[in-house]
């Protein structure tokens, strides 16, 4: 591991789309690009930390000085994640599906003939990870951030998303048509964390992975008194 301020902790990443299975050929999934959770976890690894990146399927090469776990659905997500720990950062930037078809098909669904109706699809409702994370435990991280993917009342809906899953610090931003967050090359986030919010302006991700590095390295140093 490269020596930094972070030397001797271990954090995980998860970075990525996730793809939820309906039969052997076809998935659910969305447009995450895994730019934004790869970029982080490059960050961590360049200031000392240890870093296991757990990423859904992307296109992007493995970061260098990173253990990468590839898996594809929420639920190989979680085991990986689970497998991975103890840890004492956790960043939660992969978009995991919410919901995953209730049966993954065996074989691949055929078109009926005569006229017969497209298949219902049933979906049901995939474990939360960054919520596993962050439960109260001997296992969670000393500090847990989350993401908030919003396209309204952004800040309203990223600081009551912190509350109800857990997490210490979430990094709001806004996902609507046309902002390219979702797959582009920039991003501007709002840190949300207990004491209020923090609006960073229009950057690389890139920029954005340094930037909460460092004030990962900042809370180590000084924890919140929270
Ligand atoms: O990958 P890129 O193209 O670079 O785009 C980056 C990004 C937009 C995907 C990223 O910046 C981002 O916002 N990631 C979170 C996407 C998301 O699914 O957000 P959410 O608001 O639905 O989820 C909130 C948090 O819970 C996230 O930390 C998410 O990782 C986590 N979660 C959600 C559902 C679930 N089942 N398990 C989870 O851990």
Redesign the pocket.
């Known amino acids: 591991d490269q020596p930094g301020p972070l030397s001797g902790r271990h954090a995980i990443v998860?970075?990525?789309?996730t793809h939820e299975p309906i039969d052997p050929v076809r998935y659910i999934a969305?447009?995450?690009?895994?730019?934004?959770?790869?970029?982080i976890a490059a960050s961590l690894a360049a200031l000392g930390a240890r870093v296991t990146l757990v990423s859904g399927p992307?296109r992007l090469a493995d970061p260098a000085g990173v253990t990468t776990v590839h898996v594809e659905a929420?639920r190989e997500?979680?085991a990986a994640v689970e497998a991975a720990l103890p840890a004492d950062i956790a960043v939660?930037?992969?978009?995991?599906?919410?919901w995953r078809p209730a049966l993954e098909a065996g074989q691949k669904l055929k078109k009926q003939q005569g006229g017969a109706l497209p298949p219902d699809i049933r979906l049901i409702?995939?474990?939360?990870?960054?919520?596993?994370?962050s439960e109260p435990g001997p296992t969670r991280p000393a500090l847990v951030?989350?993401?908030?993917?919003?396209t309204e009342c952004v800040l309203d809906?990223?600081d009551a998303?912190r509350r109800r899953?857990g997490?210490d610090w979430?990094?709001a931003?806004d996902?609507a048509t046309g902002t390219g967050?979702?797959?582009?090359d920039d991003?501007a986030?709002h840190l949300l964390d207990d004491r209020g919010v923090e609006s960073w302006p229009a950057m690389s991700?890139q920029a954005v992975a340094d930037r909460l590095a460092a004030r990962i390295v900042d809370h180590f140093a000084a924890p919140d008194p929270s």
């Open positions: 998860t970075s990525g789309p969305n447009r995450s690009s895994g730019k934004q959770g790869h970029a992307t929420a997500m979680l939660c930037a992969a978009a995991v599906a919410d409702e995939n474990p939360d990870i960054l919520r596993r994370l951030v989350g993401f908030a993917a919003e809906h990223a998303k899953k997490c979430i990094l931003n996902v967050t979702f797959g582009g991003n986030v991700k």
